[in-house]
């Protein structure tokens, strides 16, 4: 059975700083590996898609890795702004389409 | 904006209540997956359809119960309503084919309190 842990469950940093979100999972056969943000009270907005065979995906600001063999992805924030303030879940995928998501980081960047 | 759209946004239901939950699904979008998401929590699996057919199904009692129409919008039924189901009821969709990614593309959800 997939388990997925996210860490630290809350974060709290100053505008600009970079910054590193973690999600370990215990089963490497993955399919794919998916991080969302969630604003409170909202539904999941994708941010990054990794297929099993690749090592790492960017979008803008947003970088996540994949390393299935420690069974680690991490979300790496450049630049961080008040409005990256969310909920960011990692979710690993099987081939037919189910998620097994962590509980989530909340992020919290003040000006 | 994803293209999955949900209905309602919010519902009241006592206990014993019955409820249905609507999604329509992103254009094009052959699979649909419904998902609870307790507060302060991840969201968990219910199940998946594809093509009408039920073809995946998590850790969820028989009352927990949906259909996928030719359109291929979906509902979720939930009968005799528990406390322990007020939640928020996230829909999904992807292209379950050669040419799809596996993306999951979510709604806005439904928020479910039970009294």
């Known amino acids: 059975k997939q388990e997925v842990t996210q860490i630290p469950a809350a974060l709290s940093v100053p505008e600009g700083e970079n910054l590193v979100l973690n999600c370990s999972f215990t089963?490497?056969?993955?399919?794919?590996l998916q991080w969302f943000r969630q604003d409170p009270g909202k539904g999941l907005t994708s941010l990054l898609l990794?297929?099993?065979?690749?090592r790492e995906q960017t979008s803008g600001r947003l970088n996540a890795s994949l390393d299935k063999s420690s069974g680690r992805s991490t979300l790496y924030i450049a630049a961080s702004q008040p409005g990256d303030s969310a909920t960011y879940l990692c979710?690993?995928?099987?081939?037919?389409?189910?998620?097994?998501f962590g509980q989530g980081t909340i992020l919290t960047v003040h000006p | 904006e994803t293209g999955v759209t949900q209905s309602p946004t919010h519902l009241i239901k006592t206990r014993g209540q019955q409820v249905t939950l609507r999604c329509s699904s992103q254009?094009?979008?052959?699979?649909v997956s419904w998902y609870q998401q307790a507060l302060g929590q991840g969201p968990q699996f219910i199940f998946q359809?594809?093509?009408?057919?039920?073809?995946g199904r998590g850790n969820f009692p028989p009352r927990f119960s949906g259909l996928q129409f030719p359109n291929y919008s979906s509902e979720l039924n939930v009968n005799a309503l528990e406390l322990d189901d007020s939640a928020l009821y996230l829909c999904?969709?992807?292209?379950?084919?050669?040419?799809?990614?596996?993306?999951?593309?979510f709604g806005e959800g439904s928020r479910l309190t039970v009294l």
């Open positions: 999904a969709s992807k292209d379950y084919g050669a040419g799809g990614t596996g993306e999951l593309f």
């Open positions: 089963d490497s056969a993955i399919y794919n």
């Open positions: 990794i297929q099993s065979s690749q």
């Open positions: 979710a690993l995928g099987t081939s037919y389409g189910k998620l097994t």
């Open positions: 254009s094009g979008h052959n699979t």
């Open positions: 359809y594809y093509r009408e057919e039920e073809n």
